[in-house]
DNA sequence: TTGAAAGCGATACCAT
DNA sequence: ATGGTATCGCTTTCAA
């Protein structure tokens, strides 16, 4: 069943049986009627979508390319909302949504790449050669969560979010008996070393800040910590490659571990925090009295946690929304950076 | 930069270029290699994926068709699951996957539908023309939660697991002093009858059990109660259409409303349950002691909650594995039944 | 091993 | 308002 051989049984030609499903006023109503039936009746259900790409170009199809894996991304709470923000900005316009995974990529999967009309990053992807690739396209970016020289950004407020966690957390337990202290806190940070293994950032080279959320995070941590007086030295930020339970539980335990004990833990995600909690609570510790936990985030288990979360909110849901809208209409938009805004819940409530 | 201007730039055949990037065999390692580094050089990345697909009919894409809006699907922690297992089979296979809204579809959504090589339906399209259409394409399909004639399913034991759920909850509310109690337990249902409002389903017709999971349950619930010996009295049983909180917390109001208030709650997601137990909670009700709560699907969320949820396990996540198995080589699998697991919690611990 | 050419299914320009 | 036809970028058969 092809458009062609519509037209051949209806005896009208392949341009009237086109028009008749893209462009309802180049032919009467009549036509348009008995065609539209004809095709019902011999099960012809519309154009074929990849000849009617090749030859406009165009494909209806936004592109949400994720920093790794579809499998990784679909664990993680924070890209979950954001997706279903796009989601839901993208349902309203009738447009659909590819979602492709940014590790190494095979040739097969660089046609994929041919695909959408535009395209939404969903943080730097981890194969880099997938943006000059992107680029060369010419179609419309929106870089989410990071930057990319003469395209659009959405970004999120990470310094001042961070900034509020770490003045709270400083201003409770920063100081002991009215003198500093230098040991009091510890961070639990995500990907701010170029290595997979977990360990304090005492010595290393630091992701810079254009490129690392997470450096953006500590740096407001540290900026904290100065204002107050306080220090956060280098060997209690603990660096992990991963949000995933298991370097969280490995992570929180390693900080734990730190003589004296930190009295207080920055975690740099709530999966992260999450996790810290429950290894305090299997070391019998109490939280917030033994040690305070701060998230990153504010997903939704971390209310549901017990006790509740303090935490660093970000808006995913509003910045999957509008990444949508900017990637459909580039020209109106600019370069945006969404608020955060530190929560104060259970885990951090000390006097 | 086409495969063509990229032929006549090296000046070799198209033919050669495309067989460098698809069949390294069938030209020297020489030209290959030439051929492939001046690509690279000039820019071009590889083949157009909407002319390859045209040509070959195919394109390396899986469609996963959800019953609704793709917004909907990104709330719901089991489609999460479900599309996470998908994904990670993918991955590894190095196939992409294409998420499709199943709601009303215009003719630009209807070309979606020719894009994948292949379809998992997640649920029954709401849109039910889709069905019709994706058979005609004569393309594999594997239908997930329910069943198309002469195309493999993938189903989970829903009796089986709302059984017993069902003996547990009767077993221990459903009989007062040794006499039989026909009102200790009310059922929180999902999509039982083909409605939006909530109501009993007290003289209305429901869906039949080949289309409705929901329904399946329920007579799960209903034999474990006739065989002890109880009744299931349909004015006890609500419909809700969604699984949202609000749902949830709308019928769990009006379950607890009737008179006898019920002993026992069971639910048809845990989604519902959860709902109910802030419902119990806001009311001054102790769970399980003033009503028990039972749930369905075991979500994350299932055991973190205070109480911790009694629900039935089902594996979403090894669903989406294997659907995606099954999908990727239909001829080698057949119609598959997951096994579901009543797990005891807090939420309805009596003794 | 390489090249020429047909054709995948649709769109849109240009005639009529 | 309708029809004829070149063309989108690529794959693949067949011949050289």
Redesign the pocket.
């Given at each position: 069943m092809?458009?062609?051989s519509i037209a051949q049984r209806l005896?009208?030609?392949?341009?009237?049986v086109?028009?008749a499903?893209?462009r309802p006023d180049?032919?009467?109503a009549?036509?348009r009627a008995r065609i539209l039936k004809e095709c019902a009746r011999l099960g012809y259900h519309g154009?074929?979508h990849a000849?009617?790409s090749?030859?406009?170009g165009k494909s209806g199809i936004v592109g949400v390319m994720l920093a790794d894996s579809l499998a990784y991304n679909f664990k993680d709470p924070c890209a979950i909302e954001f997706m279903r923000g796009v989601a839901e900005s993208l349902d309203n316009q009738r447009v659909n949504l590819l979602l492709m995974p940014g590790g190494e990529s095979s040739f097969d999967q660089q046609a994929l790449e041919t695909i959408p009309d535009c395209f939404i990053l969903y943080g730097p992807p981890n194969d880099r050669s997938v943006l000059g690739r992107l680029q060369s396209q010419h179609k419309p970016i929106v870089a989410v969560d990071f930057t990319i020289p003469n395209h659009l950004s959405l970004n999120i407020d990470n310094y001042q979010g961070a900034y509020e966690a770490a003045h709270h957390v400083f201003s409770k337990v920063g100081t002991v008996d009215g003198t500093l202290d230098s040991t009091a806190v510890a961070v639990v940070g995500l990907r701010l070393l170029d290595q997979q293994a977990i360990s304090t950032i005492a010595g290393r080279t630091l992701f810079e800040a254009d490129v690392s959320i997470s450096r953006v995070r500590l740096d407001g941590f540290r900026a904290a910590a100065r204002d107050l007086g306080c220090a956060l030295p280098d060997s209690l930020v603990w660096h992990t490659h991963d949000s995933a339970w298991n370097d969280g539980v490995e992570a929180a335990e390693l900080a734990l571990q730190t003589q004296p004990r930190p009295r207080a833990l920055l975690c740099m995600s709530d999966q992260l925090a999450l996790a810290a909690l429950s290894v305090a609570r299997s070391q019998g510790l109490r939280v917030p009295e033994d040690v305070a936990i701060v998230g990153f985030d504010d997903i939704p288990a971390a209310q549901q946690s017990h006790p509740s979360l303090s935490t660093v909110y970000q808006p995913s849901l509003e910045k999957g929304r509008l990444a949508a809208r900017m990637v459909m209409a580039p020209d109106k938009h600019h370069n945006t950076v969404l608020p955060t805004k530190f929560i104060v819940r259970e885990s951090s409530a000390l006097k």
């Open positions: 092809t458009l062609k005896d009208v030609s392949t341009a009237s086109s028009n499903f893209n180049q032919l009467s009549d036509l154009p074929n000849a009617r090749l030859r406009t």
